[in-house]
């Protein structure tokens, strides 16, 4: 089966909605996959989660981009190369 690697900016997660809706877009199974790079992304977006949850919304939020991380996302061993547009 062929998969579609997507790239979302770490800017573009604000909330547990957010989440919800790539959570419901991505994966294995739907044949749509997260880009597991820049290897940043992960702790930028807990980053901006946290700026914005705290509590059982902020858990709920770690325990997604953990899901996240270990079912909906492939890096192929590349290397980021971040370029100004």
Same mark, same amino acid.
């Given at each position: 089966?062929?998969? $579609?690697?997507? !790239?979302?900016?770490? /800017?573009?997660?604000?909330?547990? !909605?957010? $989440?919800?809706? $790539?959570?419901?877009?991505? #994966?294995?199974?739907? #044949?749509?996959?997260?880009? #597991?790079?820049?290897?940043?992304?992960?702790?930028?977006?807990?980053?901006?989660?946290?700026? /914005?949850?705290? #509590? /059982?919304?902020?858990? *709920?939020? /770690?325990?997604? $981009?953990?899901?996240? *991380?270990?079912? *909906?996302?492939?890096?192929?061993?590349?290397?980021?190369?971040?370029? *100004?547009?």
């Amino acid at each position: 089966m062929l998969h $579609l690697e997507f !790239a979302v900016a770490p /800017t573009e997660i604000n909330s547990l !909605a957010d $989440l919800a809706l $790539l959570d419901a877009r991505l #994966g294995f199974d739907r #044949g749509a996959v997260l880009s #597991g790079f820049p290897k940043a992304w992960f702790r930028n977006v807990s980053d901006q989660l946290s700026r /914005t949850h705290n #509590g /059982t919304s902020l858990d *709920k939020a /770690t325990e997604r $981009l953990r899901s996240f *991380k270990n079912n *909906k996302t492939v890096a192929f061993n590349r290397t980021y190369q971040a370029r *100004k547009y």
